[in-house]
């Protein structure tokens, strides 16, 4: 069976890991759990880092954790190297770093809560969707 393959927005990942509640951590509890493979590039993972790492966050983990996390967080992802740029071509050059990932690695999703944010990537045959549709659309919302 092949696994729907998605980029999951820092958004989503620091919403996630906040709070247990909501459809992000809902998301994140799945991660290897066979419902979807994630994709991540380094500049992708460098941002994940750099965001959960804020004290504005508020993330209730550790920098060591954190890291501990990301670790398995790249363990059970594909690990893409982008050699194409196409920046600008979304208004957030930090969206056009999730746009990469996703474009090489053929992914079907962007999980994100900033739909707007992404506009026109329909071109590439990808649908940015929020964690609870992504999650109703697999079956996976309770």
Request: hydrophobic share 40%.
């Amino acid at each position: 069976m092949k696994l729907t393959r998605i980029v999951i927005d820092t958004n989503v990942l620091v919403s996630g890991l906040r709070s247990k509640q909501g459809m992000s951590y809902r998301l994140l509890s799945f991660l290897d759990g066979g419902l979807f493979r994630p994709v991540v590039t380094v500049p992708l993972v460098v941002e994940y880092e750099k965001s959960l790492c804020e004290p504005r966050t508020e993330v209730p983990f550790s920098t060591s954790d954190i890291g501990k996390y990301l670790n398995y967080f790249c363990s059970v992802s594909d690990c893409r190297k982008v050699h194409f740029l196409w920046r600008p071509f979304l208004r957030d050059t930090n969206d056009d770093m999730v746009l990469e990932a996703a474009v090489s690695g053929q992914c079907e999703y962007i999980i994100t809560f900033n739909i707007q944010d992404f506009k026109g990537i329909g071109k590439f045959g990808i649908i940015a969707i929020t964690p609870g549709d992504f999650l109703r659309k697999k079956g996976k919302e309770k």
